[in-house]
């Protein structure tokens, strides 16, 4: 069994940074062979993606609203993903969930995901 345990989230104020992290275990789940993503929810919306890291940490994809102040990133060493989120806005609370996906593109699409965390909550006070 897959399990995808995200951490690091909290209440912070506008302009701070946090670093989110995205723990994978389970005996046959091979981290590095995995894509791992991002996503995030607001109260009363959809899911949206947030950002994706390939399997080595080579290649990385984020949505267009989160480029320049959010960075993907892994350890497969760890079998960790993080997403550290600087200047952060109002606009940016949501629950934030980790995915796993044996896709061999990157995608922002949720469907394309095999695995999911059961999320951390980040709050932003302006």
């Known amino acids: 069994q897959v399990q995808l345990v995200e951490s690091g989230g909290g209440l912070v104020q506008a302009g701070d940074s946090l670093r989110l992290s995205c723990a994978a275990s389970?005996?046959?789940?091979?981290?590095?062979?995995?894509?791992m993503a991002w996503f995030r929810q607001a109260p009363g919306k959809e899911r949206e993606f947030v950002a994706a890291v390939n399997w080595n940490g080579g290649r990385t994809y984020y949505a267009d609203s989160m480029k320049g102040r959010f960075t993907i990133s892994r350890d497969n060493a760890k079998k960790t993903s993080y997403l550290q989120m600087n200047s952060l806005k109002p606009d940016d609370t949501a629950a934030y969930f980790c995915?796993?996906?044996?896709?061999?593109?990157?995608?922002?699409?949720?469907?394309?995901?095999?695995?999911w965390g059961q999320g951390t909550q980040v709050t932003v006070s302006s």
């Open positions: 995915a796993a996906s044996a896709a061999l593109v990157l995608s922002g699409d949720s469907s394309r995901y095999d695995f």
């Open positions: 389970g005996r046959t789940f091979t981290f590095s062979g995995y894509i």
